[in-house]
């Protein structure tokens, strides 16, 4: 199974509006609500992919229904353990007419120390069944910065693959575990690393360079309307994607990241582990508001993607 991890999931309330007015109103066309997180993202679009994935992490007592039921609708299994206090609200304003999301995300309820050990005993149950391990998203208070490194250390123990998607602190501390790929875009690439390069070829460098600070095996950035590179130690690869109309970028990230999942336990090559990140990726921009990739989706798009080498 692929075990994925999501420590503050959330429900997302996304609108839809034609054109954003900062300060002024704003009429929406459409709304709705969705439990999710990075993690249950990626394990929902792997099952839609064909996969078999595990969601754990912590949920919260006042209504974790929500979040079981989305799973459970789903016939995707999981296990989290339940904190006291309530899913956290994320507000997502999806401006139609230039295809750009703002969001505004809740820091989530604190976590206490015995909430924390009850996660990591249930982890430690579940971690040696699992074939790949996923670490993504933020986390809650009470939750130290370097919890993805410890996870990675436990799972590099019985010689599993960790892919990490994260953030800031979140992002510095769980290099230090080596994992397997990293899925940083621009933005958290800038933030992490200070690498302040637009130009492709530079951009290849610089991600090479963190690779061998760091010992890692892999890494893909996202780029938006750039597209998305795939760098290793010793080669690197970069695609515009194909046309698509965008509908919806929330869950594009956590798509690629499922599309890398399928790549790497398939051992491709990394110009195919880019191409499947991309198409994943791709199935989820054009669908309107939350919903994800599906299989159909993947398919048709896999074909399309165009890549080629960087010389590095």
């Known amino acids: 199974m692929i075990l994925t991890v999501t420590l503050n999931p959330c429900v997302d309330h996304t609108a839809e509006i034609d054109h954003?007015?900062?300060?002024?109103?704003?009429?929406v066309l459409t709304s709705r609500q969705d439990p999710s997180g990075k993690g249950v993202n990626v394990g929902i679009v792997l099952h839609q992919l064909g996969a078999n994935p595990f969601c754990t992490g912590i949920t919260r007592q006042g209504n974790a229904d929500l979040l079981d039921a989305v799973l459970d609708s789903r016939e995707i299994p999981h296990d989290f353990f339940p904190a006291a206090g309530q899913l956290r609200?994320?507000?997502?304003?999806?401006?139609?007419?230039?295809?750009?999301?703002?969001?505004?995300?809740?820091?989530?309820?604190?976590?206490?120390?015995?909430?924390?050990d009850g996660f990591l005993s249930l982890f430690a149950r579940l971690l040696p069944q699992a074939e790949l391990l996923v670490l993504s998203g933020s986390v809650p208070p009470g939750v130290p910065d370097d919890i993805y490194r410890t996870l990675s250390v436990s799972a590099q123990?019985?010689?599993?693959?960790?892919?990490?998607?994260?953030?800031?602190?979140?992002?510095?501390?769980?290099?230090?575990?080596?994992?397997?790929?990293?899925?940083?875009n621009l933005d958290e690439l800038r933030e992490a690393f200070g690498v302040t390069v637009s130009e492709k070829q530079k951009l290849a460098g610089a991600c090479r360079k963190i690779l061998q600070e760091y010992d890692l095996s892999c890494l893909c950035l996202s780029m938006g309307?750039?597209?998305?590179?795939?760098?290793?130690?010793?080669?690197?690869?970069?695609?515009?994607?194909s046309p698509v109309e965008?509908?919806?970028?929330?869950?594009?990230?956590?798509?690629?990241?499922?599309?890398?999942?399928?790549?790497l336990l398939h051992g491709d090559s990394p110009d195919k582990l880019l191409r499947a990140a991309v198409a994943a990726a791709q199935g989820s921009l054009e669908k309107p508001g939350t919903l994800l990739c599906e299989?159909?989706?993947?398919?048709?798009?896999?074909?399309?993607i165009p890549v080629q080498p960087i010389t590095l």
């Open 89 to 116: 609200t994320n507000l997502k304003l999806f401006d139609r007419s230039r295809g750009v999301m703002t969001e505004c995300n809740e820091k989530g309820s604190p976590v206490t120390a015995e909430e924390l």
């Open 295 to 304: 299989r159909s989706d993947f398919e048709r798009f896999l074909p399309q």
């Open 246 to 263: 965008v509908r919806g970028v929330q869950g594009a990230g956590d798509s690629m990241v499922a599309g890398l999942c399928l790549g």
């Open 20 to 27: 954003l007015i900062p300060g002024g109103t704003n009429h």
């Open 157 to 184: 123990s019985f010689g599993i693959p960790v892919i990490l998607d994260a953030s800031g602190p979140l992002l510095r501390e769980g290099l230090l575990a080596h994992p397997t790929l990293i899925k940083p």
């Open 225 to 241: 309307e750039q597209g998305a590179m795939l760098v290793t130690q010793t080669e690197a690869w970069e695609t515009p994607g």
